[in-house]
């Protein structure tokens, strides 16, 4: 749950409501003129910043369990049901 969160507060803080009502709207002076393509490539942006930004972490902590929960590592110590034999 606590990830989730988390998730929902970076997407909330990349991109802000005045940022997507940008996107949908013109400017509000006559004669003012917004570029949407440049706007929808910024979002875009900012949701692949986030993106990897979440799947590096994600990737670390994989990477971080494997090496440590490895069989071959000194530390690791069996459980009661592989030092007991019973599965």
């Known amino acids: 749950m606590r990830g989730i969160t988390a998730l929902l507060v ?3 803080v990349a991109v802000p409501p005045a940022t997507a009502m940008q996107a949908h709207a013109a400017g509000d002076e006559p004669g003012e003129y917004l570029d949407r ?11 692949m910043v986030v993106a990897f930004t979440i799947g590096a972490i994600v990737s ?7 090496w440590r929960f490895r069989e071959s590592n000194p530390n690791a110590k069996p459980t009661p049901y592989e030092e ?4």
């Open 60 to 66: 670390g902590t994989m990477v971080w369990q494997v």
């Open 10 to 12: 970076a997407v909330l």
């Open 84 to 87: 007991k034999g019973e599965w």
């Open 37 to 47: 393509r440049v706007e929808i490539w910024n979002l875009f942006f900012r949701l």
